[in-house]
């Protein structure tokens, strides 16, 4: 089954804001057929010593509640 890119920017849209907040975004990049996401985190995001943390307790979880079949994220450079 063919994941719903357009449901993980849904769900990417719901983080945004508060990624923003503190000068930094995620990008879609691509969704392989395991079910891996892969990001981009931009601005602050790219560089920050909790993007660990606000990749795999923020913008993964919500992505797995809101897309079915997605099993991970991984960011990318």
């Given at each position: 089954?063919a994941?719903?890119?357009?449901?993980?920017?849904?769900?990417?849209?719901?983080?945004?804001?508060a990624?923003?907040?503190?000068?930094?975004?995620?990008?879609?990049?691509?969704?392989?057929?395991?079910?891996?996401?892969l990001?981009?985190?931009?601005?602050?995001?790219?560089?920050?010593?909790?993007?660990?943390m606000?990749?795999?307790m923020?913008?993964?979880?919500?992505?797995?509640?809101?897309?079915?079949?997605?099993?991970?994220?991984e960011?990318?450079?």
């Amino acid at each position: 089954m063919a994941i719903d890119k357009q449901q993980i920017e849904d769900a990417l849209d719901e983080i945004r804001p508060a990624l923003i907040a503190d000068g930094g975004n995620v990008e879609l990049v691509d969704v392989n057929d395991e079910g891996t996401v892969l990001v981009r985190l931009q601005g602050a995001c790219s560089g920050c010593p909790s993007a660990t943390m606000t990749l795999k307790m923020g913008i993964e979880r919500t992505i797995k509640e809101k897309v079915p079949g997605v099993t991970s994220v991984e960011a990318i450079m």
